[in-house]
């Protein structure tokens, strides 16, 4: 019998789109994971394996680890059991090639992409989003001195650990991140638009109004498990 289609999702954007953002909202609201390769990257070098040192001079300089180190990561982690209700994969593919790889092995698995839905905001927003963003050393919950402020200066709302900015939101390597992003990544806009599943959304104006518009795709989606959609 065939496998029921699940919510597979990818979450397309430049660097500070807002991917991240959204994507904790969409695991509250339908429980399928958040799959962030950034994050299994940084926990790898924050973990000093060996991995983590191979990876640890492309992510602080902001360009891309090589597709066989990242594939490697996010297969691994799509094993795991809590994927197979649905992921939202946040950062990843990133390369015609990655999004090669991972159509494969989907194919290999009988599953499929349900959606990929890209966030566009301006370039010349970025910048501010990027360089006033603070991440909790804790839970990682993602904070904005001006746009979303924590209630007390560098500490988190949520677990009261201490908020620090990422080694790779500054001027200079947001800059190189948002040329690797046009170069390699945007591509994969008309990837998959070819395949008659890409979504855009406007990544400008409020969070929840953002989030609203990315929940409106996914219920719009047809084929898909009704419960899921629900959330
Ligand atoms: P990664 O961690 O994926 O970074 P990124 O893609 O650059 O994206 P960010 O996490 O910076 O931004 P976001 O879109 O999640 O925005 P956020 O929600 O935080 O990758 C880091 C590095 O790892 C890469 O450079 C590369 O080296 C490596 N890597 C990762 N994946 C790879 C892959 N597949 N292949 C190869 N290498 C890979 O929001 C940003 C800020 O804006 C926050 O402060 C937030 O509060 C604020 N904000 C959010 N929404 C709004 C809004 N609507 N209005 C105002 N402010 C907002």
Redesign the pocket.
């Given at each position: 019998m065939a496998k029921k289609p699940v919510l597979n999702l990818i979450?397309m954007?430049?660097?500070?789109?807002?991917?991240?953002?959204?994507?904790?909202m969409l695991v509250e609201k339908y429980g399928i994971p958040q799959i962030?390769?950034?994050?299994?990257?940084?926990a790898a070098i924050a973990s000093g394996s060996e991995l983590g040192s191979k990876?640890q001079s492309?992510?602080?300089?902001?360009?891309?680890?090589?597709?066989e180190?990242?594939?490697d990561i996010?297969l691994n982690r799509l094993a795991e059991k809590d994927c197979q209700a649905g992921f939202i994969l946040?950062?990843?593919?990133?390369?015609v090639g990655?999004a090669g790889s991972l159509g494969k092995a989907l194919t290999a698995k009988k599953m499929e992409m349900a959606a990929a839905i890209a966030?566009t905001?301006a370039d010349s927003?970025?910048l501010?989003?990027?360089t006033?963003?603070?991440?909790c050393k804790g839970c990682s919950s993602?904070?904005?001195?001006?746009?979303?402020p924590p209630k007390k200066d560098g500490v988190c709302d949520r677990c009261g650990g201490e908020l620090q900015q990422?080694k790779?939101?500054t001027a200079e390597?947001?800059s190189h991140?948002l040329h690797?992003?046009h170069e390699q990544?945007q591509p994969l806009i008309e990837y998959y638009r070819k395949a008659k599943i890409m979504h855009l959304v406007d990544?400008?104006?409020?969070?929840d109004?953002?989030f609203q518009n990315i929940c409106a795709i996914i219920e719009s989606l047809k084929g898909l498990d009704s419960t899921q959609v629900k959330g």
């Open positions: 979450l954007g430049p660097p500070g789109a807002g991917k991240g953002t959204q994507a904790k962030s390769t950034g994050d299994l990257l940084r990876v492309y992510v602080t300089s902001g360009g891309l680890v090589p597709d180190l990242v594939l996010l946040d950062g990843f593919p990133r390369t990655q966030i905001v927003e970025l501010d989003r990027l006033g963003r603070r991440i993602s904070f904005h001195v001006k746009f979303s990422r790779d939101d390597v947001i991140r690797v992003y990544t990544g400008i104006g409020q969070i109004v953002i």
